[in-house]
């Protein structure tokens, strides 16, 4: 109801700012166009005074001003009745316009309108919003093409990579395989496809995803969707040595700027860890009651205390890898690095260990190559 009065209150404030000039009298109608010919007499009179003015011009000055007095004073009646009429048009159409304007477009609001509806929430206004809604007209549209020509592949294909990046994997699926089948294998196509497919297994590259990535990499040997998906199988396959070389020579060939390159580095540095370097380096029932002022510098005391534990006993090559990723979650860069000097010389004579060490500093960000 509050919305109603308001839009009201608007409507009629609006119709009000158009009509009230319009409903004005004109500032000289008949009376008042007299006055400014009298006015002008006096002027006359009063420069003529000042001798400003010569007597003779003043005369015809006069003589001019009193025949447009005289005229002013005698128009026909039918000119005033004429002004009258006008002015009596202008009443009716300023009542109509502010009565009958906003009974019609209340009428209209209630036939089409949602007053019911609560308002949308501020927070929820944003470019985001405004994009998902866009994109997901795009998908319907497509869609509806869709219907009317299946066998359309390149509707298949502009619409399945969205299906996937707005996690309608099913459809994403069965959009990838028709553009294939329509279209042809390209790299892109195979990779979604496989993606689409181990996103549907829970995450485990079956073997109809890993055909689908074998064929992408055939095409493209460099394909990082396709290259990054058959190191999980190999890892998921307890091949870890051949997952970690793929691994590793995404992350030395990626751009910078790279959109996968974060999910590649966390996967290297896991298997990196293994499974004795994943217990954390801070113990968090330690943290149990610590105000959160506090909860730092009880952090640091903690991993201070497993590097100086380290330093007497090096050859705990789990711990060595928990706190070399320790110091870099805590922002001390150079702590992290010599720490990784003194793992490496503990475990000089051991080829395998030397390999984790350096892939996980490749994969924290601390080397550009493994060592």
Do not use: C
């Amino acid at each position: 109801m509050m919305l109603v009065l308001v839009l009201l209150g608007m409507t009629v404030s609006a119709v009000l700012a158009v009509l009230i000039p319009l409903s004005r009298r004109r500032a000289i109608n008949e009376g008042g166009e007299a006055e400014v010919y009298r006015d002008q007499l006096d002027e006359i009179e009063r420069d003529k005074s000042a001798g400003t003015i010569g007597s003779a011009e003043a005369e015809a000055a006069r003589i001019e001003v009193a025949r447009r007095l005289i005229a002013a004073s005698e128009q026909p009646k039918a000119v005033q009745d004429l002004g009258r009429g006008a002015r009596a048009r202008r009443r009716i159409v300023s009542v109509a316009a502010l009565v009958l304007l906003p009974v019609a477009a209340g009428v209209l609001y209630l036939g089409l309108g949602r007053p019911d509806l609560p308002d949308l929430p501020l927070v929820s206004r944003t470019p985001e919003d405004a994009a998902g809604q866009q994109l997901a007209e795009l998908v319907r549209r497509v869609e509806d093409e869709l219907k009317k020509r299946p066998e359309d592949g390149q509707g298949w294909d502009v619409i399945a990579p969205v299906y996937l990046r707005v996690g309608d994997v099913p459809k994403a699926a069965t959009a990838f395989a028709n553009a294939i089948r329509l279209l042809g294998s390209t790299p892109e196509r195979e990779a979604g496809h496989g993606e689409a497919l181990t996103v549907l297994a829970g995450g485990k590259v079956t073997p109809e995803a890993a055909a689908a990535f074998e064929r992408a990499a055939k095409l493209d040997p460099h394909q990082p969707r396709a290259r990054f998906y058959l190191a999980k199988q190999a890892e998921q396959a307890g091949d870890r040595k051949r997952a970690a070389d793929i691994y590793r020579d995404l992350l030395k060939t990626a751009p910078p700027d790279a959109s996968w390159r974060g999910s590649v580095a966390q996967a290297l540095t896991e298997i990196a860890l293994g499974e004795e370097g994943r217990g954390p380096a801070v113990d968090p029932k330690q943290l149990e009651g610590v105000s959160p002022d506090e909860r730092l510098a009880t952090i640091r005391g903690m991993v201070e205390g497993l590097a100086a534990r380290l330093n007497s006993a090096p050859g705990d090559l789990g711990g060595q890898l928990r706190l070399i990723r320790a110091w870099t979650l805590l922002g001390e860069k150079d702590k992290a690095l010599k720490q990784a000097e003194a793992a490496k010389a503990a475990f000089a004579n051991n080829p395998e260990a030397l390999n984790r060490i350096g892939d996980l500093l490749l994969g924290l960000g601390l080397e550009n190559t493994p060592a």
